[in-house]
Each structure stands twice: as structure tokens, then as C-alpha cells.
Nanobody
Framework: QVQLVESGGGSVQAGGSLRLSCTASGRAFTFTNYCMGWFRQAPGKERECVAAINWSGGDTYYSDSVKERFTISRDNDKNTMYLRIKSLNPADAALYYC?????????????????WGQGTHVTVSS
């Protein structure tokens, strides 16, 4: 079984920054076999993919609402993915999930992902 554990969420003021982390583990789990993604879901809204990264880190995706402010990366030696967020605004407040998809491609649809973390909350005060 694969476990994904997010950390780094919290409450910040508008304009602030955060770095989210997602560490993967599991028996016979090979991190480099997986595309990784960050999703978020705010109350009353659908879950959306804000960023995704392929196995090598050479291909990334960002939603239009976060381009230039979010940076996704991964450290394959540590089985960890990161999301650096800057210039936070109230619209960024949500529960942020990391997810893993067993593919060499970069996916942005939630249904393509096989494993999910429990999420980490990000709140933004104006």
C-alpha cells in the first residue's frame, strides 16, 4: 500500500508564502514510477489540479490561476514532492492534497490518480 503524507500547510496573511511537502512511502513503491500532482479543494468547490510533475521533474503543469506563483518540484532521492507558493491570496485557501499516478505522463485529471494523501489546510487572511 502506498502512503502519501502532506505537510507544511498553515495560516498565512495575504501576500505570504508557504512550502508544502508530500512524502511517499510503501512496500515495493518506486517513486520514479509515478507522476505526482497537487490538488486543492475549497468548501463548496470542486477539487482542482493546481500543479503536476512527471517522474523526472522535466515536465510540469500549472493551472492558469496559479502560474507564476506556484512552483512544483520533486526530490526522487527523498521520495518527496514540494509545492512552493508565493503571493498567497484568499482565493488560494483550501485543503491541499497530493496524489500519485502510476505513469510516465503528466496527468491533471483527478480520476487518473491512484493514491491520495489526507490533505493539509491552507488558510489566508486578508
Amino acid at each position: 500500500q502506498v502512503q502519501l503524507v502532506e505537510s507544511g500547510g498553515g495560516s498565512v496573511q495575504a501576500g505570504g508564502s508557504l512550502r508544502l511537502s508530500c512524502t511517499a512511502s510503501g512496500r515495493a513503491f518506486t517513486f520514479t514510477n509515478y507522476c505526482m500532482g497537487w490538488f486543492r479543494q475549497a468548501p463548496g468547490k470542486e477539487r482542482e489540479c493546481v500543479a503536476a510533475i512527471n517522474w523526472s521533474g522535466g515536465d510540469t503543469y500549472y493551472s492558469d490561476s496559479v502560474k507564476e506563483r506556484f512552483t512544483i518540484s520533486r526530490d526522487n532521492d527523498k521520495n518527496t514532492m514540494y509545492l512552493r507558493i508565493k503571493s498567497l491570496n484568499p482565493a488560494d485557501a483550501a485543503l491541499y492534497y497530493c496524489a500519485a499516478a502510476g505513469s510516465s505522463m503528466t496527468f491533471v485529471s483527478a480520476h487518473e490518480y491512484d493514491y491520495w494523501g489526507q490533505g493539509t489546510h491552507v488558510t489566508v487572511s486578508s
